[in-house]
């Protein structure tokens, strides 16, 4: 009993919301009456397609940003790079502060649209949070615990590895949960340069005045939104070593 109480509220309290959310979008699905061309859209072979479809631009841009995100905000910490670190940060807020559905038009003139477009735009545009979270993780690393592991021996790569970077996961993780989150909402966006995602449903709803299309599309949006910032929760509390809230 002891032990469910120190169970954070977001970790049991999310799946409430996610479950209130799905049982009454299904309830209202069942209630509802949909056009020809709504039936279709929302026919399960090709919501399937759809949903699958969004999740591998989320997860793909994702891990790029990742294996971009992490190694810089680790490099940008060390003394031989720290004079970098505005010029860095400053760059990857310009992908930021960029409007999502313009910067995927620009790319669409040098790459041409479809996927690999879609991904290039959502990497640009996710990069902030990751990189800043990990600089921020382990500049909070207390220095007399570094200065500790080198005065037992360990070697710099070694205190990263087994001293820094475990100590700055939460925080890491935390800035990975919030790329998520974006690119979750921001894929929707790559309907409009030819790549299948959620946001087909919403601009077709859109296009053609189907508002239960619409409903639809920012529904399942918004609850893949909170799974996603669930088992990011999840990967989050399992990673974080015990004692290191």
Do not use: C
């Amino acid at each position: 009993m002891n032990r469910l109480r120190r169970i954070p509220i977001d970790v049991w309290f999310e799946p409430i919301i996610i479950l209130a959310i799905g049982i009454g979008y299904l309830l209202w699905y069942r209630s509802s009456t949909f056009t020809s061309t709504e039936q279709a859209s929302l026919a399960w072979a090709n919501l399937q397609t759809t949903i699958l479809a969004h999740i591998k631009l989320t997860v793909v841009a994702t891990l790029i940003v990742v294996v971009v995100a992490i190694p810089l905000g680790i490099a940008l910490t060390r003394p031989a790079l720290q004079r970098f670190e505005t010029v860095a940060v400053n760059v990857a807020n310009i992908g930021q502060a960029a409007p999502a559905v313009g910067l995927l038009v620009l790319f669409t003139f040098w790459l041409g649209t479809g996927f690999r477009t879609a991904v290039v735009g959502l990497v640009v545009y996710a990069i902030l949070p990751i990189l800043q979270n990990t600089i921020v993780g382990l500049r909070q690393v207390d220095q007399r615990t570094i200065e500790a592991s080198r005065g037992i021996g360990f070697s710099a790569a070694r205190t990263l590895f087994q001293v820094e970077l475990p100590l700055a996961v939460p925080v890491i993780l935390n800035g990975v949960r919030t790329a998520l989150v974006i690119l979750v909402g921001t894929a929707t966006l790559s309907t409009f340069i030819g790549a299948t995602s959620l946001g087909t449903l919403i601009t077709t709803g859109v296009t053609l005045f189907l508002p239960k299309l619409l409903i639809s599309g920012a529904i399942l949006v918004g609850l893949l939104a909170l799974v996603i910032d669930w088992l990011g929760r999840l990967v989050e509390l399992a990673a974080t070593p015990r004692g290191v809230s």
